[in-house]
């Protein structure tokens, strides 16, 4: 038996694990953006991002990559990011649920693309985390909504459950294009999936 989870170990410990750790990114979550924005062009030089759930911190520098130095990324998550970020970027502390959180006002203009990889704590009944996973992408679509600029782009993860249509058809009034997405990056066994909106109506 052991050696079957220690093979299971190393399944786990792919290579995205090991190309991130080698690029200097701290999760392989990586990918899964730079998938997207080879298919879907989200960022442009010189635009503004708001990362939402940004730790690590990998969607965060590869976003700051793509914006440039004349361009500006704001992540907010519960968990503070202990990577060196580079200046065009900025990481607050704290809930995105907190409307009064100081962020809003220190970064009140909008941005070009609003992206969540927010994810739930996970309690292994699929119902329960999707329903949390659901929670939290409403939650991303109404920020995106008070922070996007017309024509600007949304990416959000989500978990499939009993909402998830629900979630695509909300996103599709708001959006001229609405995309699913699952990225080749994701884990197999991981019932997460991509919500991009293009072009805010």
Not at 24 to 46: D, F, I, T, W
Not at 149 to 172: H, M, S, W, Y
Request: proline share 5%; aromatic share 10%; glycine share 6%.
């Amino acid at each position: 038996m052991k050696s079957g989870r220690s093979s299971k170990k190393k399944v786990w410990q792919d290579h995205y694990t090991r190309q991130a750790k080698k690029e200097n990114y701290p999760a392989r979550s990586v990918y899964k953006l730079q998938e997207m924005q080879k298919k879907y062009r989200l960022m442009r030089p010189g635009q503004r991002v708001l990362d939402l759930g940004c730790a690590p911190g990998s969607w965060l520098l590869f976003a700051a990559k793509q914006v440039g130095a004349n361009g500006r990324v704001v992540g907010v998550d519960l968990k503070p990011v202990t990577d060196k970020i580079p200046p065009q970027a900025k990481v607050y502390t704290g809930d995105v649920f907190d409307s009064e959180a100081i962020f809003w006002e220190e970064e009140g203009a909008p941005f070009h693309l609003v992206m969540s990889d927010m994810a739930p704590a996970t309690t292994g009944n699929r119902s329960v985390d999707a329903a949390r996973s659901y929670n939290l992408s409403e939650k991303a679509l109404d920020i995106a909504m008070t922070r996007l600029l017309p024509g600007g782009n949304f990416v959000c993860k989500i978990f499939q459950g009993e909402d998830f249509e629900r979630f695509v058809q909300a996103t599709r009034k708001l959006f001229q294009q609405c995309k699913i997405f699952k990225p080749q990056s994701c884990r197999k066994s991981s019932k997460e999936i991509y919500i991009i909106g293009l072009n805010r109506k």
